[in-house]
């Protein structure tokens, strides 16, 4: 698993054998130079991609990334947003005739080993009022390789977490990609202890709104998870034989 360092927006590749599924793609192109980095030069294509909420910072590099790789299946949900970053990636998904599913809870897909079931959001086609934010209908995406487990929450809040939490899905997990790249309004304590990470990724860059938050961070050192920041540490690399993982 790649957590890709493109600034102040989500980009996850996940990479098995030679298969890869690319979770986000940032608020730029950086998201290539991911792809360059971990991927052999000849592998032009990507065999799942996943946009878990239609905000530029998880989208935009996405447009790019879909322009240059064959993708196999681009897994959305269905709210729009009438964004010019959003509008260029419904252009570009139509230009290339790449297949499109609209995923909600209790949807899954496998690739070889790797499991990816839905927890978020409930349903698809839901109106948005003009104070809605995007951020709730995320996708939250529970991964398991064979015992290895990881939980991406996109930028869901509180509100979600709650919600999550009282449905009984929420699995316990090695690692957490920290929703909304660190907020305070997200990653509340009793979320944090009901998923008990042993790894918790922010995916953050310079930003104007103190992402990662000091109460954010204390959450995270009360339940013992050990924090790695892409702004700090560039790519974070983990690797795992299904059973063990290990920072590389």
Known sequence: MVFCSVGQGDATLIIWQDQQILVDGGPNNRVLDCLGRHLPFWDRQLELVIAT?????HITGLVEVARRYQIDLFLIENEANDTAEYRALQEVIKQQGIKTKVMVRGDAVKLGPI?????????????????????QFSQVIQGSFNEFDWLLTGDIDTKIERKLLTSGTLPEVEILKVAHHGSKYSSSQSFLEAVSPELAVIEVGKNSFGHPTPETLGRLDQVKAQVKRTDEAGDVVVVSDGRDWMLE
Do not use: F, I
């Open 115 to 135: 499991k990816l079931s839905w927890l978020n959001p409930e349903t698809s086609g839901q109106v948005l009022g003009a104070k809605t934010s995007l951020n």
């Open 53 to 57: 909420h239609n905000e530029a910072d």
